[in-house]
C-alpha cells in the first residue's frame, strides 16, 4: 500500500507537470495561430456586443481546435509511458473517440450543420469506443430503486431491465446504447448552455475540477469496497485524462474570457463533451458526472419545446444586448438557461453574467458531492 501510495504521488507529479507545460503551449500556440484563421476565413462575430466597435470585429473560431490537438497529444504520451493499469485497448478507444469528436467538431464549425446533424455526430464519433468494449456492462443499482427493478423483473421478464442479481443489473446491449447516449448529451449539452464570452470552456473547467475532486476523494478513500484496489485504478485513470484537460482548457480560457479574442467554437464543445464522456466510462463514475451536470440538464429540459420544434427555435437564443446600458436582458421566447437567469437577475453585464453561471455551477457541483456523500452514508 505504501509504495503503491508513492508510486500514485509520482505519477500525479507527472502528470501535473505535462499540465502545467501544456497550459502555457496552448495559450502560445492559440496567439500564434490567430492570424491563420483570420485568413482562412474562419471567425464569427461576438453578437453580444453588436452596436459596438467590438461587434464589427472579426473573433477567430474555432479555437477549440488548439487545446484539443495539444490534449490529444498529451493522453498519446502518457499512453507512452504506461501508466494505465487498466485495460489499453480500451484506453486507445476512449482517444479515437475524443479525436473522431474533434474532426467532427471542426467538420460542424467549418460546414455550420443543421442541429439535427449535430445531433448525430457523437453517435458516429463514439463507434471507436462501442465496437472495441468488452468491459462490463454491468450497473449498481441505487439502494431505492432496488425494489422497483427487481418488481419489473420478475412480473415482465429480464428483458425490460436486463438480468437483475442483488444490488447489480446486467443491462447487456442497453449498456451500449447507455454509452451512446452520455456521448450524445454530454457533448450537446455544453454546446447549446453557450454564447456569451467564457461560457463554454469555463463550465468545461469548473466541472473537470469536481471531476478531480471525486477521483481524488476515492484515491484516498477507506470506505470497504467490493475491490478497493480497482476502484482506485479506475480514478487515478481518470485523474490522469482530466488534469491535461484543466491546464489546456485554461490555456483556452486565457483568450475566451471576457471580452473575447477567440471563439471556442462547436469543436471544443464536442472536443470537451467526449472527454468527459469518455473518462467516466473508462472510470466508472457516469452516474456521479451527471450529477455534475445538473445546470447542463436544466437547460436541456427547459430547451426541449425549442429543440423538439414545438416552439420556433431560431439560430442563436442569446440574450439581447442593450447598447446604451451595456447590459445583457433576457429574452422570453428564447428558452435557455441563460435567458432564465437573465430575467430573474434583470438585466447584467456580461462578464458578470458568465461569472454568476460559473458559481451556479461550483455551487450545483458541490451540491452534487455532498449528496453523493450522504447517500453512500445512509445506503451503504
Ligand atoms: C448554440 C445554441 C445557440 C447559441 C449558440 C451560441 C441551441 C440550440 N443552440 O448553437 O442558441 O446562440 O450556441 O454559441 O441552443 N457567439 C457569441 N459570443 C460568444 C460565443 C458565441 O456571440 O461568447 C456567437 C458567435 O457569433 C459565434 C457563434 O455564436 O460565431 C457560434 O455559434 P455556434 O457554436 O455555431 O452555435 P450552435 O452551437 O449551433
Ligand atoms: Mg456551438
Known amino acids: 500500500r505504501e509504495a503503491s501510495d508513492a508510486g500514485m504521488l509520482f505519477r500525479i507529479l507527472v502528470v501535473g507537470g505535462i499540465s502545467v507545460v501544456s497550459y502555457f503551449t496552448v495559450s502560445f500556440f492559440i496567439s500564434s495561430v490567430i492570424p491563420l484563421f483570420l485568413k482562412a476565413g474562419l471567425f464569427g462575430r461576438d453578437i453580444n456586443k453588436k452596436g459596438t466597435p467590438n461587434g464589427e470585429e472579426k473573433v477567430p473560431e474555432p479555437l477549440g481546435l488548439v487545446p484539443a490537438t495539444v490534449y490529444i497529444m498529451i493522453l498519446c504520451v502518457l499512453h507512452l509511458v504506461a501508466f494505465h493499469n487498466g485495460d489499453a485497448r480500451l484506453y486507445t478507444a476512449a482517444m479515437a473517440c475524443v479525436t473522431f469528436m474533434t474532426l ?5 464549425d467549418v460546414l455550420d450543420l443543421r442541429w439535427r446533424y449535430k445531433l448525430v455526430l457523437p453517435l458516429i464519433a463514439s463507434l471507436p469506443l462501442l465496437v472495441n468494449y468488452t468491459g462490463k456492462t454491468t450497473v449498481i443499482l441505487p439502494r431505492i430503486i432496488r425494489p422497483f427493478v427487481g418488481w419489473i423483473a420478475s412480473h415482465f421478464g429480464g428483458g425490460l431491465v436486463g438480468s437483475v442479481s442483488g444490488r447489480l443489473v446486467d443491462l447487456g446491449l442497453g449498456y451500449y446504447i447507455y454509452m451512446a447516449m452520455l456521448s450524445v448529451f454530454c457533448t450537446n449539452a ?9 461560457l463554454e470552456v469555463g463550465q468545461s473547467v469548473v466541472m473537470a475540477i469536481f471531476v478531480t475532486i471525486h477521483n481524488a476523494l476515492n484515491l484516498r478513500s477507506d470506505i470497504p469496497k467490493d ?16 488534469l491535461p484537460f484543466i491546464a489546456v482548457c485554461l490555456g483556452l480560457m486565457y483568450h475566451n474570457w471576457y471580452p473575447s479574442r477567440v471563439f471556442v467554437g462547436d469543436t471544443f464543445c464536442y472536443f470537451a463533451g467526449m472527454t468527459f464522456a469518455m473518462g467516466s466510462i473508462l472510470g466508472h463514475y457516469s452516474t456521479t458526472l451527471l450529477l455534475f451536470f445538473v445546470p447542463q440538464i436544466i437547460n436541456f429540459v427547459y430547451s426541449l419545446p425549442q429543440l423538439f420544434g414545438i416552439l420556433p427555435c431560431p439560430r442563436h437564443r442569446l440574450p439581447k444586448y442593450n447598447v446604451k446600458t451595456a447590459r445583457l436582458e433576457g ?11 437573465l430575467l430573474i437577475t434583470g438585466p447584467l453585464h456580461e462578464r458578470t453574467l458568465c461569472f454568476l453561471l ?7 457541483c458541490s451540491l452534487a458531492l455532498v449528496l453523493r456523500a450522504l447517500y453512500l452514508r445512509y445506503f451503504p
Open 358 to 364: 460559473l458559481v451556479l455551477q461550483a455551487v450545483c
Open 331 to 341: 429574452v422570453k421566447t428564447h428558452l435557455n438557461l441563460v435567458n432564465l437567469v
Open 190 to 198: 455544453i454546446n447549446i448552455y453557450a454564447g456569451i464570452n467564457g
Open 227 to 242: 475491490d478497493i484496489h480497482l476502484l482506485r485504478v479506475h480514478h487515478a485513470f481518470s485523474l490522469d485524462m482530466m
Open 104 to 108: 467532427l467538431g471542426f467538420a460542424d
